[in-house]
């Protein structure tokens, strides 16, 4: 084919094909839900999926991140322009080679695949299942300290060139006192090698030197230097916190029968789902741990998701105690310990991953059980791009990884119930009965109705609900009264011209506060006088405004309609001090609309 066409008055330049020796797939972060196809020059080949790549991408060519999801692909189709790099046509040769236009990478950036294949294959069904572009997938689950290296430095270490039987005879040919210190102090150290070489400010601090022996025994190929990758960060969980159990735990018959039924489906090492139903504090965490550990000693690793309000330092402590490696990710870690939590999980020196609905992504090799605890709640779904929910997420990888999943709760969600009916891999083992044979609590239910009017006004809580307060507090025991008002009121009304105080950003009503100490005078405005024993807050925009004390448009008096926890506080004052602790309940007791008490 000649360069240049002249079937027209100017002369036309056909781009000139170009053969790679290799194609890779890479899928970016971005709207566009396919993946596209880059040439790599045999200069930076190979590499490998999972790994991320530097490359042009849009007519601009600006430099984009993104993952390389296949790779030596295939000649693609001629007519799919949207997966080549380029907006130019893609040209074939007549000797079917792969020759075609295409943008080449310039970059890879990682030394080592961040994404394995278990988890490229979940990020597939992910993009898939919940219609999502796979580079954001693939974003989501390397979390982004890892991708920056945060809290990742590198430092000098030095260590001895020589071999352990050259020391004496090195040592006589050395005249500098320093020398002779630093290559003692190395040879003691056993630094001998990259792996056990000693960082060089430590070294001088040691023999007290400076730099200038370094350098003559460098020079003189007796030391080596190199550079060694350090993660500085704090620890996940700190030294001295863990809690000490006291005594065995002996587990009850429910949950002896319901450990062997796991244990049964975890040692079959096929994928299956059970589903924990028990009752709240019936020891569901105490199996999560048995079967954990049985799974431990078959060589294989667990991961333990729970809800974002569940991970406090007590639950983490308690699998703390009980393993030895463990690994710990959730939004309250720092950006580095975020990213040494990973890079200890993917170098396998963590046998146990504890998180939120993040962790299902942990780089965890040959998994065996993943535990979603509350699996009911709310928390497990991810409101952002890509949206997905942990506990469908969880039981996938599972099955791709041929590992047993556990669904624990006490009130499971519907689709699980209907789930464990319908699906072949699904089971349900129960715990009807809480530990140690402790009573469940009680419900009362009281109709304010028809209760007697024992003072004037609005009489907030009823007399049995009275009387268990008096009598709780009396065995100096704590109550607790949840209502789910803040406020006074919840709204300042006008029953003569149905006037209604309003906020003027947004338009909601006003929620009137009392004030701890009410002002001196009354402020005066040309609305009238206002009151002076709180003001009026908006809950939405947190505006505050003075409260009149009559109406603006008809003069008349105004009404605090609705009940708040500051009126709940004033309307009845037991004669005994008021509680400050809190205790798990033995009793509640609902007294009135939206309020209840719980007593020890």
Known sequence: MNKYRTDSLF?????????YGHIIRV?????ADTEFDYALPDEIWPVEIGQRVEAPFG?????HTGFCVDIDKSKPDPFDKLRAGSSTPLRFAKDDNKRYKLKRITKVIDKEPLVNAELMELARWISSYYVC??????AAIVPSAVKRGAGVKTQKSVYLNIKAADFEKTIEQLRGKKQKQIVTYLKNQGAFNKESSLEMQALLDAVESGREPLKNLAQKQIIKTAQKTIMKSLPAIPDGMSIRTRGRIVLNQDQEKALESIKNGTDSDRFGVTLLYGVTDSGKTELYIRVIQAVLKKGRRAIVLLPEIALTAQTVQRFNERFEKIAVMHSGLTA???????????????????GARSAVFAPLAKLGLIV?????????????????HGRDVAIKRAQLANAHCILGSATPSLETLANCRSKKHFNVVRLPKRV??????QMKLVDMRQSRVTQKGIDLISEPLAERLKVTLERKEQAILLLNRRGYSNFIFCPSCKYTLHCRNCDATLTFHRAS??????????SGKHMRSGYAICHYCLAQTLVPEKCPLCGKGLAMIGLGSQRLKNSRRPASQESTAIRWPAETITGFSGISVRAT
């Open 11 to 19: 002369a036309v330049e056909e781009p000139e094909e170009e053969t």
């Open 27 to 31: 899928a970016f972060e971005s709207a």
């Open 59 to 63: 007519r601009k060519n600006k430099l």
């Open 133 to 138: 572009p796979l580079g954001q997938v693939l």
């Open 336 to 354: 580095s310990q975020r990213n040494v939590q990973w890079q200890k999980i993917k170098s396998g020196q963590a046998d146990v991953v504890i």
């Open 372 to 388: 979603v605890d509350e699996e009911h709640e709310s928390s497990y779904k991810q409101d952002t791009a890509p949206r997905y």
């Open 436 to 441: 140690m044979s402790l009573p469940m609590p």
């Open 517 to 526: 100490t009410p002002r001196r005078d009354k402020m005066s405005t040309i």
